[in-house]
């Protein structure tokens, strides 16, 4: 019935005299739910919480920030998927989605066909941390620690098939380590669990780290992208001590299928504008979330290489849902 209504609505609307071109020009013209599909803390929520409220005051709408975590976004995906396609329910995910589609044996939705992606929000860069308590300060250190002690090292993730779980698993392969994963609800919880000591180290991005590496609750050893970050200039690449290792991901913005062409196109627009806003820039790469912008076609061509990136992804890493 959703995707009937989807293909159906623009015919009735310009046939009842609204040319879509005016409807577009005139969303939103009520409050616009915003699906995080992870917990509060995590980088999916920060980038949310920061673009959106700049859309808010670009627009003067509301965009409601609702967090549906759980299962790796999967629950909060299928309420998006099954969401009227009107615009006025979208939904943040990272790159995960496209993870999802290789780790789940049936998902309840088509990660590809179902969803249309509006634009990339920000790109990810990870940081391998571990607790000041474990005996190692460089990441060599880490690794030879992980051999000298397997599975000893427990280390957490924002849920099984999420990219702090697959970023930890593919290091793990690569370095052929024997460590226990501990899967949370999202990057926030993971992080905490982290903190707490409940696990010893965790390889998540940088924005839901980054108030714990200020403050010492956490030592950094290594981030994966394949250039240091500028924000922590002495923290080595994981490419420096795990050669070949880069890996990158982004958050970015879903429609359910079957969203007006207009108002994709209203909505891309204005995540370009909101994301332009010096000061959206500088609060997303202080925490090493750099901007980013695509149209619809391009994210769409982005999306199926990455979905083929990941299957390869998961199967060498071996990381699987439990």
Known sequence: MKRLLGCVLPLVLAASGFP?????????????????????????????????????????????????GGAAGTIGSEVVANSPPDGYTIMVQSTTHVANAHLYKK?????????????????????????????????????????????????????????????????????HLDMIHVPYKGGGPAGTALVAGETQAMLATIGSLSSHIKNGRVRPLGVSSAKRAAQFPDVPTIGEFVPGYEFTAWVGCFAPKGVPKPVIDRLNAELKRALSDPG???????????????????????????????????RISGARID
């Open 107 to 175: 998902l309840p939705y088509d990660v590809l066909n179902d969803f249309i992606g509006i634009t990339p929000l920000a790109v990810q860069v990870g940081m391998l941390v571990v607790h000041p308590s474990l005996p190692v300060h460089t990441g060599a250190q880490f690794v030879a620690l992980a051999r000298k002690r397997p599975g000893e090292i427990v280390y957490a993730s924002a849920g099984n098939g999420s990219y702090v779980h697959l970023s930890m698993a593919l290091l793990a392969s690569m370095m």
């Open 20 to 68: 879509l071109a005016a409807i577009a020009q005139a969303y939103p013209v009520k409050p616009v739910r915003v699906v995080i599909v992870f917990p509060p803390g995590g980088s999916n929520d920060v980038v949310g919480r920061i673009v959106f409220q700049k859309m808010s005051e670009n627009i003067g709408q509301q965009f409601v920030i609702e967090n549906r």
């Open 280 to 314: 959206v820039a500088s609060r997303l790469s202080a925490q090493t979330l750099d901007p980013f912008h695509l149209t619809p076609a391009e994210f769409a061509a982005r999306m199926k290489s990455d979905y083929d990136k990941y299957e390869k992804v998961v």
